[in-house]
């Protein structure tokens, strides 16, 4: 099975989110490269699913600061989209612990293309209203960018 490429089309315009897009891309891949493998590593695709929960509990709060902050017209139906990711991560977890041999790729891609159609189509309709924000590269990691006064 084929990982999943980070394409400058994904891009958001605001880098910190796009390097969050690209660390978890890359986190999906190694999780199913993991899951794909002859022998199954149940260690590895534990510690996998367990580094996706709390990232996304980390991206999604920053992602939705932002859109605060510029004030994005579609906050509430992407923070919905938000919530069903986190619901269904925490669901293939919950599959995963139960029965560690059940959770195949086919559930992780499925939740990995769900994550893939969601920076896609969703976050990169952030980069026209992310016109007018300022990135401080001091900035702590969970602040988001400010608007400029123009």
């Known amino acids: 099975m084929t990982g999943i490429q980070w394409r400058e089309s994904m891009s958001t315009g605001?880098?910190?989110?796009?390097?969050?897009?690209r660390e978890l891309i890359a986190h999906v891949n190694s999780l199913g490269a993991i899951l794909n493998a002859a022998a199954f590593d149940a260690k590895g695709a534990a510690l996998g699913l367990l580094f996706l929960l709390r990232y996304t509990q980390e991206h999604f709060p920053r992602e939705e600061k932002l859109m605060e902050v510029i004030d994005y017209p579609f906050l509430a139906d992407h923070k919905a989209q938000h919530d069903e990711a986190t619901r269904a991560l925490h669901e293939l977890s919950r599959l995963f612990f139960l029965c560690p041999n059940r959770l195949t790729t086919g559930l992780l891609y499925d939740f990995a293309a769900g994550l893939v159609r969601h920076v896609i189509f969703l976050d990169t309709k952030l980069g026209p209203h992310v016109r007018g924000v300022v990135e401080d590269e001091e900035q702590a990691p969970d602040e988001p960018p400010q608007k400029t006064s123009s």
């Open 14 to 21: 605001v880098a910190r989110l796009d390097a969050d897009h």
